[in-house]
């Protein structure tokens, strides 16, 4: 009985205080990926709060969002390319990451009027980062804990696929919002050919494929539907112009090699 009662209460107590000192420990040793973490929930409740502003104003939500995004990008700029340096191979490097591309978005639409579709692509990345890290803290505390988080953060890893399509779609259609935007007196002038410049960063993405796939998917869906018999005429013409404009539009670098294929 005294043995039963030894083993019960080292499975009970000294498993639980030894599985948050090895998360403590984790933390510890990976202070960024940890605060990466931190800032990602940070920016989910953010979005949240601007769709529903139960706690202040959504404005206020909106450009936290914003400035919760550019401290991630500035992060991971500085987990991948290290110290500054002044030379034009670092500048080409720095341009190349998705940081810093995500990094410029933030502050584009810092001096614009809070749209919802800005906040969109931030939202899903944070969910899907978060998400992933969540199960490395999760496995600190033992492989069966927290079995409802677990759950959810497996959906989100079955639906990571169509969250990052989703993210490209948002991305090119903000293009035609920020011209929007300058008719409703929402954004200035400059606005529309500072994203395009976003746009050409995310289209030349050397990990991140999706926005140049959807440019793809969506080149494809608006020729069949205009090529389609039932097509009014009208309708078609705009369909194939809009189509053409967007291919010229294209960065040459990347829209050569897919004509060779």
Known sequence: MGDASNTNTTEGTAPRGLKFDALLVHITNHKIDCALWAIRVLS???????????????????????IANAAISALRLHQRIGRVQLSRAFLGELLAEDSFHYLFYSLIFLYVAPVSLVVLPIILFSILHSASYSLTLLDCLGQNSWWGARLLISLVEFQSLNILRLVAFTEIMLMPT???LILFGKASLLTPFIYYHFLTQRYCSRRNPYTRNMFRELRIFLELKANHPS???FLRSIMLNIVNFTCRLAPPQIAQPQQAQ
Not at 44 to 61: A, K, T, V
């Open 231 to 233: 097509m009014p005429a």
């Open 178 to 180: 920020t011209v929007l």
């Open 44 to 66: 989910i409740i953010f979005g949240l709060g601007y769709f529903i502003p139960l706690f202040g104003s959504s404005q206020n939500s909106y450009y936290k969002v914003l």
